[in-house]
């Protein structure tokens, strides 16, 4: 496990951003309700875009490269910050 935790997943930033309409962080986004959730998730998403490329928002990080074991090393990384609850 101590591996995992150490482990720094590092994906390609979006040097062109592509169309607000394709990408997957900015649909999510505009298909919640309310204002407030939207800010909230984009800081997630906005957090989690930074340990995944190191200095990107959620628009510019390449979610498609997203595979399972960056998505387990974020939640090991998360879980050392947050509540298990909130890292779920």
Not at 37 to 58: E, F, K, M
């Given at each position: 496990?101590?591996?995992l935790v150490s482990y720094q997943?590092?994906?390609?930033?979006?040097?062109?951003?592509?169309?607000i309409d394709y990408?997957?962080?900015?649909?999510?986004?505009?298909?919640?309700?309310?204002?407030a959730g939207r800010r909230t998730q984009r800081q997630v998403l906005d957090t989690i875009a930074c340990i995944l490329t190191g200095n990107?928002?959620?628009?510019?990080?390449n979610w498609a490269l997203v595979r399972f074991h960056?998505?387990?090393a974020i939640r090991a990384k998360l879980a050392d910050?947050?509540?298990?609850?909130t890292v779920n």
């Amino acid at each position: 496990m101590d591996a995992l935790v150490s482990y720094q997943p590092k994906i390609s930033v979006i040097e062109q951003p592509e169309s607000i309409d394709y990408n997957p962080a900015a649909v999510y986004l505009a298909g919640l309700n309310s204002s407030a959730g939207r800010r909230t998730q984009r800081q997630v998403l906005d957090t989690i875009a930074c340990i995944l490329t190191g200095n990107a928002d959620c628009v510019s990080c390449n979610w498609a490269l997203v595979r399972f074991h960056h998505v387990s090393a974020i939640r090991a990384k998360l879980a050392d910050g947050y509540a298990p609850a909130t890292v779920n």
